[in-house]
């Protein structure tokens, strides 16, 4: 690991990390582990993604992230795709999961399960 000798330094890291993580031309599958995930099983389902994407090589980052407020489907997950804006999927068990790899992320074709979004961005 890199020694951190200056501000510059921390800010380099910083940006390497930033670009890593919110890279647009990444797969970014998010698993909302808030206490209602947890519960529900989005460890399990966190692992699977995370064994499963690997086996496949599919290049993504999987994130563990807090409650997103979709706690009646718990557990669930937010796929962005590279382009295009994010889709939440509800009540994912290891078959919706399989399910969400082989038809949404490698294919694009929309799956079962799909929640509203809850929120919308300010362009």
């Given at each position: 690991?890199?020694?951190?000798?200056?501000?510059?330094?921390?800010?380099?890291?910083?940006?390497?990390?930033?670009?890593?993580?919110?890279?647009?031309?990444?797969?970014?599958?998010?698993v909302?582990?808030?206490?209602?995930?947890?519960?529900?099983?989005?460890?399990?389902?966190?692992?699977?993604?995370?064994?499963?994407?690997?086996?496949?090589n599919?290049?993504?980052?999987v994130?563990?992230?807090?409650?997103?407020?979709?706690?009646?489907?718990?557990?669930?997950?937010?796929?962005?795709?590279?382009?295009?804006?994010?889709?939440?999927?509800?009540?994912?068990?290891?078959?919706?999961?399989?399910?969400?790899?082989?038809n949404?992320?490698?294919?694009?074709?929309?799956?079962d399960?799909?929640?509203?979004?809850?929120?919308?961005?300010?362009?």
């Amino acid at each position: 690991m890199k020694k951190v000798k200056s501000p510059a330094d921390l800010r380099k890291i910083k940006d390497e990390v930033r670009e890593r993580m919110y890279s647009k031309e990444k797969i970014r599958v998010r698993v909302h582990m808030g206490t209602s995930g947890l519960a529900s099983g989005a460890r399990e389902i966190y692992d699977f993604l995370r064994l499963e994407l690997e086996k496949r090589n599919i290049h993504a980052s999987v994130i563990s992230t807090g409650d997103m407020g979709y706690s009646h489907a718990e557990p669930t997950l937010e796929v962005t795709l590279p382009g295009k804006d994010p889709v939440v999927f509800g009540n994912v068990d290891k078959l919706k999961a399989d399910d969400i790899i082989e038809n949404y992320i490698k294919n694009g074709e929309y799956v079962d399960g799909i929640l509203p979004a809850n929120y919308r961005k300010i362009e």
